[in-house]
């Protein structure tokens, strides 16, 4: 007898979503496999924010269907805020309640609908914010902080709900450029933690040096998927080349095709480093 295998974290399947007559997925098909980093890359208007937004039912599929760790969140039948639950999700926007210091932030979810007590939902706060390194902005309101600051804690409050996959989309494209490399610091130690990520960006060498799979999106449906270096080195698509040759230059898109040549990774900033950006 064959053990069953789990299913993967995320199963997306012939998936379409229009908003009146516009059809912005036109039958999207992939899976993200449990600790697997996928990177969703494309024009702008493609639906990748669209295709995340359908993950956690944020939009409502027009047609296809969806499981997340095996549940299937279509199903009408479904508790969505169950799932949700399991499900972080990071947006380009923070969206910290700037009436709460960063602790509170952290712990207003976990206690209204995890039901944790003061204490254990403190604990899991601080020790995510400590993951984020902003151990030192507890007592902090959200106005004190710089940008980047105010994106890993946000990431840090999704974190002490303690969820199975993270969502992220765009979480840099509002920052100021100097903050950026703080929040995709933070975004590689969760990949390298082992975390399932389903990320839509912008941040080509993220994607080269963090994602497992690298899916490239053009008018609603998937052009390509596969290895970082395949689509992004070796693209099969001229749709994929077209784009790449406008969001990288000539000397970049023939490095990522060559592993002996690929450049090395910047060295990640320190992650307290952004203190001077304190208000
Ligand atoms: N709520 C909505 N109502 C109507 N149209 C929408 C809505 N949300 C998105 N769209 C349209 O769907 C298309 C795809 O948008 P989406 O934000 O998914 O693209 P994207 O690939 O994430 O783009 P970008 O990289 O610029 O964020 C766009 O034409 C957008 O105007």
């Known amino acids: 007898m064959t053990t069953p295998q789990p299913r993967p974290a995320v199963e997306i399947r012939d998936l379409h979503k229009s908003f009146g007559p516009l059809e912005v997925l036109k039958g999207i098909d992939f899976e993200v496999d449990h600790g697997e980093v996928v990177c969703v890359i494309g024009p702008s208007g493609s639906g990748k924010s ?10 409502e599929p027009t047609a296809g269907k969806i499981w997340v760790n095996g549940v299937e969140v279509t199903d009408p039948d479904v508790e969505i805020d ?9 947006f380009q926007s923070f969206n910290l309640f700037p009436h709460l210091t ?26 995510n914010l400590e993951r ?3 151990t030192d902005k507890a007592a902090a309101f959200p106005a004190q902080l710089s940008g980047g600051q105010q ?3 946000a990431i840090a409050r999704s974190l002490s ?3 199975k996959l993270m969502l992220f989309d765009e979480p840099t494209s509002a ?23 389903l990320v839509v960006t912008h941040e080509m060498a993220f994607a080269r040096d963090v994602a497992d799979r690298v899916v490239f999106m053009d008018g609603g449906v998937v052009v ?13 698509h001229e749709r994929t080349r077209s784009f790449l040759s406008r969001v990288l230059d000539p000397t970049h898109v023939a490095q990522l095709g060559q592993p002996d040549q690929a450049p090395e990774p910047p060295e990640p900033p320190h992650l307290p480093a952004d203190d001077r950006h304190n208000l």
């Open 50 to 59: 669209t295709l995340l937004r359908c993950v956690n039912l944020l939009e």
């Open 82 to 90: 169950t799932v949700r639950r399991g499900i972080g999700m990071v």
């Open 102 to 127: 960063v602790l509170d932030n952290l712990t207003i979810a976990q206690r209204r609908v995890l039901r944790r007590g003061r204490g254990e939902a403190e604990r899991i706060a601080r020790d």
């Open 132 to 134: 984020v390194g902003l």
């Open 151 to 153: 994106q890993r804690a």
């Open 161 to 163: 709900m303690e969820p």
């Open 175 to 197: 920052l100021d450029p100097e903050l950026v490399g703080d929040v995709l610091t933070v975004m590689r130690k969760l990949a390298e933690d082992g975390m399932t990520m």
């Open 224 to 236: 390509e998927q596969g290895p970082p270096r395949e689509v992004l080195g070796a693209p099969q």
